[in-house]
């Protein structure tokens, strides 16, 4: 059972948000966690507001329908997000995500300060994602990369002739195999300096010592000088 007190710390409808967990309840997979929930919040009328909830494995666009008799539910996998982002605007803030395929999802009139939780959220298991793809890669690299074989010379066989023939020899040295060459392990590549730039960028950014607009702006300007 989902505990609700966790999803209202930063004034969420509770209404909404019961309804929302109680669907999603049953909606989980296996070893799924819940991690933040916004609720939109319109200047005017909030009668039936669109909840967006990220889990460790996914997206979930939560939006009524029938006047709030129905809830409609969406997902979008981690491995089909390209990025995510938000924009403060005067009422609200609008989230973005940008699939890989398809149209951007805007969804408007999110509360500020969930917006900024639910981007946090949202980046940080999208990026774990991207890096658990990345080693999964390198791992099938290695594993492809076969190791060299030597061949080695198969031992002359030596016909035996009537023993008054065999001349009083001594016995030949043991036969000692080379020893096989161990392929070298791949050397990966220094990044270059526009990488180098865009990652101590992004450090900055993650550790909230540039805001997001400073964030782009520099983002920009790096790229445009490459």
């Not at 319109?42 to 709030?68: D, H, M, Q, W």
């Not at 395929?101 to 500020?112: A, S, V, W």
């Not at 492809?144 to 016995?171: D, G, Q, W």
């Not at 550790?207 to 790096?222: F, G, N, P």
Request: hydrophobic share 35%; net charge negative.
């Amino acid at each position: 059972m989902i505990l609700i007190d966790r999803f209202l710390s930063d004034e969420q409808d509770p209404k909404a948000v019961e309804k929302v967990l109680g669907k999603l309840n049953d909606m989980l997979s296996a070893n799924e966690e819940l991690i933040y929930m916004a609720v939109q919040k319109r200047p005017a009328v909030n009668i039936l507001p669109t909840c967006i909830v990220v889990s460790n494995k996914r997206i979930f666009y939560c939006e009524p329908g029938n006047f709030g008799i129905t809830m409609n539910f969406k997902d979008i996998s981690w491995k089909t997000i390209k990025e995510v982002s938000f924009k403060e605007e005067i009422f609200g803030s609008k989230f973005i995500c940008v699939p890989t395929h398809g149209e951007n999802i805007i969804t408007e009139y999110i509360p500020k300060v969930q917006a900024r939780k639910l981007y946090q959220a949202a980046h940080e298991q999208l990026e774990e994602y991207k890096e658990q793809q990345r080693q999964v890669e390198l791992e099938e690299r290695r594993s492809s990369t076969s190791p060299v074989t030597v061949n080695t010379a198969p031992t002359p066989v030596v016909e035996e002739e009537p023993l008054a023939f065999i001349p009083h020899t001594p016995a030949p040295a043991p036969y000692i195999p080379p020893t096989p060459y161990a392929a070298p392990a791949p050397v990966e590549e220094p990044e270059d300096e526009t990488t180098l730039k865009l990652r101590k960028l992004k450090t900055l950014y993650d550790k909230q010592l540039i805001t997001l607009e400073e964030y782009e702006a520099k983002k920009a300007s790096i790229l445009d000088s490459f």
